[in-house]
């Protein structure tokens, strides 16, 4: 896949601070890191290395202390809540590691929930979510509610709910890290699929090296640094 | 209308609970239908308003005291009185005590009464001449009449109570009032009789004037006519004189009006533990749904929602429920001495807006707090409280 030359994602010399009662809490510090349109990038780190809290300022669920977060070149840190809800629905799909499907909800109604923001009509709504649910495999599942899926199953419709309104960016949060090995195999490959034939750029937070190898790009964060920034060898045949 | 169905699926996440708050909903809506609807029929006119050029004058110190028949030709002199009956209350007692042999009992001047006075009533003309040639001949209200299930020439006997007279009346036939609880006898009946009063005092004057303009004029007149004599009055427009007996049980509406607020409160604060609870449960997925772009005020919209759904559908079944009660406890009712204030019990719009109204407003109230808390958390901090 052709990159483009101005990188998709740009973060610039980001920090996150929290604050917990009185104490600061520093959780990024200084994060410099370009990610381009098409890269499928693995975030990796020992518990507390701010690596989901990275993934969160990507998504746009919550806002750096300092430095700017530019995606396709708008500066997500200067939105506001509703419009960032807005950039959200358009431009982010997050998958979970323990899926959060709505339990009230079929696998159908819990993909067609994002458009349920647009001003799509029943029937196109329906087209959109028939096609995640093929891409996904679940076709003949959709009118299951999540207590009647497998862990590897729910997930899938989790991936169908990121995809459905067609995303330019997916991030996952460990989505294999309460799957067994084959259903978290299943889960990788489809990330794979979604990255190289529909073209998504995918950020996802692991622990497990082997999901990691999967993607083009290791980036390894430790108390809140960027430490190393390598190609996998899934990326080393990848042009850059 | 498109969120319609995941409100209406969270609203029914947990059965039991949902079922359990409505259900107290519904108990609060049909007591305070039925408190409400009584409230009015107490309140009404039983004439439906076409009593406003009646008026009814009795002793200034109470209906515990009589008037003297000598002040009826004075009172038909003042300008604007078209018609003055004499009428008293008997007060007797039909077959024995017991609540559903109550009658309303009053004696009257049966040559005016109907045609000029108690002229909304309907009655048949032949009735009602057979009833003014017949000295101890009664007409009763036709509810009363079916009740009793009276036929002409039927006698019945009343046990005088406070007037130590033991009528024999015969059934003449019926009439159709808004009221029709009562019977009428000849004022003569008693005029003829060994009471102290007879030929001397009545209870009171029922009366009509030409106008609802009259009406205070004509009742001003009247009270100042007698203020300095033995016997002042105090009179009263028909509904004024029905809402008096009414006060005499003390401030029903404050006590219903009270009871209903303390009901209403706490059945708030149910509602509000139940729709907390449920924000609760689900901080989570509520984060998921911001993440996916649902805005601050989707989840304000949709916890609202959801309360103000399941307090309307309480609401809704608790109406239903007092509507279907309450033709019941006005056929039970009208079986003993309460059934005048029963005339009109039932639900009326008014009231239909009132439980919409509430419903709606217990929903928001009770939704307001966990709505408001649930659309300001912020997206991480509701994740992570799984992860």
Known sequence: MAQSAEPLISIEHVEKVYHRDQIEIPVLNDIHLDIPEGEYVALMGPSGSGKTTLLNLIAGIDQPTRGRIVVAGRDIATLSQTELASWRSHTIGFIFQLYNLLPVLTAYENVELPLLLTRLKKAERRKHVETALSIVGLSDRMDHYPRQLSGGQEQRVAIARAIVSDPTILVADEPTGDLDARSGDEILELLRRLNEEFGKTIVMVTHDPRAASRAHRMIHLDKGILHADERTETGATRPV | ?387
Not at chain 2, 47 to 54: F, L, T
Not at chain 2, 112 to 131: L, R
Not at chain 2, 282 to 308: D, K, N, P
């Open chain 2, 1 to 387: 209308m498109k969120y319609l169905g995941l409100i209406w699926r969270n609203v029914f996440r947990k059965k039991m609970r949902t079922f359990l708050t409505t259900s107290s909903i519904i108990l609060v809506l049909v007591l305070i239908v039925i408190l409400a609807s009584l409230l009015q029929a107490m309140q009404a006119d039983p004439s439906g308003g076409r009593g406003a050029n009646r008026l009814v004058v009795q002793h200034a110190t109470g209906l515990g005291n009589f008037l003297p028949l000598s002040q009826r030709q004075r009172i038909e002199q003042i300008p604007g009185v078209v018609a003055v009956s004499p009428e008293t209350w008997f007060g007797g007692v039909y077959k024995d005590d017991r609540p559903e042999n109550w009658i309303g009992q009053l004696t009257c001047d049966p040559d005016i009464y109907f045609d000029k006075i108690f002229d909304d009533a309907t009655i048949d003309p032949k009735v009602n001449a057979e009833w003014k040639a017949t000295r101890n001949g009664f007409v009763a209200g036709e509810t009363i009449a079916k009740k009793f299930q009276w036929k002409k020439g039927d006698h019945i006997i009343l046990k005088g109570t406070y007037i130590p007279l033991n009528p024999d009346l015969v059934y003449v036939g019926s009439y159709n009032a808004g009221d029709e609880s009562n019977i009428f006898f000849h004022n003569e009946f008693l005029n003829q009789s060994q009471w102290f009063g007879a030929n001397k005092y009545t209870g009171l004057y029922y009366l009509k004037v030409d106008s609802g303009e009259s009406v205070p004029r004509v009742a001003a007149a009247i009270d100042k006519m007698f203020e300095n004599s033995d016997a002042p009055t105090k009179t009263l427009t028909e509904k004024q004189f029905q809402l008096q007996f009414m006060e005499m049980m003390g401030n029903v509406k404050f006590l219903i009006n009270g009871i209903s607020l303390i009901i209403l409160f706490a059945v708030t604060l149910i509602v509000a533990n139940t729709v907390a609870m449920s924000a609760r449960e689900r901080i989570t997925e509520i984060s998921v749904m911001r993440t996916l772009g649902f805005r601050r005020g989707h989840i304000l919209g949709f916890i609202l929602s959801e309360s103000v759904l399941m307090s309307l559908l309480g609401g809704i079944l608790g109406v239903v429920i007092a509507m279907v009660l309450i033709p019941l406890l006005k056929m039970a009712g009208n079986k003993t001495s309460i059934s005048v204030w029963l005339i009109n019990f039932h639900v009326s719009w008014d009231t239909l807006v009132m439980a919409f109204v509430i419903s709606v407003g217990v929903g928001i109230l009770a939704g307001f707090i966990p709505a408001i808390r649930s659309s300001q958390r912020k997206i991480v901090d509701g994740l992570r409280q799984v992860v």
